[in-house]
T-cell receptor, first 113, second 115 residues
């Protein structure tokens, strides 16, 4: 069975600082991995995904994530936080063949001036 | 216009009442999903459907039922609502091509409160 663990329910950064949101996965087969963002009072929006090929994946709004099989990780980063990045971020996994997603518990990113 | 719509957006009801949440999509996707979101628990899958004749239970289907009336419509029902079903409910759709282009697209959510 697949699962994801997101370390830290809340992460606080200052505007302009590095953003690092952690995600570790468990999968018995090669996984597809996703990061979604949820802005206040909105649905989830896809930030980026890893399926095959290049392990460094670039997404929208300057975010990127690196698939590290040896560490079973898919951490999300952004070099410089912006106030508009304040939101909740969800990591998700699915086995190849993609029938359904399994989500992590989410990390709320707080950005201070 | 939004590709995935949910009605109602907010609903307050009482214990024991029957509630239906509706989801419609104009994306032409075959696969549709219902999730609930609870603080600290992330999103959990309630039911999913790969086409009109295919309905599958997710990890937390007890107390819920669904109907796939057409490719574009997927409804979630709470036959007898209880307070611990208070949550934010999301519908999602996906093309279902079975390729790496598959991505789930989410509706705006329905906030349900059961008193």
């Amino acid at each position: 069975a697949q699962s994801v663990t997101q370390l830290g329910s809340h992460v606080s950064v200052s505007e302009g600082a590095l953003v690092l949101l952690r995600c570790n996965y468990s999968s018995s087969v090669p996984p597809y991995l996703f990061w979604y963002v949820q802005y206040p009072n909105q649905g989830l929006q896809l930030l980026l995904k890893y399926t095959t090929g290049a392990t460094l994946v670039k997404g929208i709004n300057g975010f990127e994530a690196e698939f590290k099989k040896s560490e079973t990780s898919f951490h999300l980063t952004k070099p410089s936080a912006h106030m508009s990045d304040a939101a909740e971020y969800f990591c998700a996994v699915t086995p190849t063949g993609f029938q359904k997603l399994v989500f992590g518990t989410g990390t709320r990113l707080l950005v201070s001036p | 216009d939004a590709d995935v719509t949910q009605t109602p957006r907010n609903r307050i009801t009482k214990t024991g009442k029957r509630i239906m949440l509706e989801c419609s999509q104009t994306k032409g996707h075959d696969r549709m999903y219902w999730y609930r979101q609870d603080p600290g628990l992330g999103l959990r899958l309630i039911y999913y459907s790969f086409d009109v004749k295919d309905i599958n239970k997710g990890e937390i289907s007890d107390g819920y039922s669904v109907s796939r009336q057409a490719q574009a419509k997927f409804s979630l029902s709470l036959e007898s609502a209880i307070p611990n079903q208070t949550a934010l409910y999301f519908c999602a759709t996906m093309p279902g091509t079975g390729t790496t282009t598959d991505t789930q697209y989410f509706g705006p959510g329905t906030r349900l409160t059961v008193l």
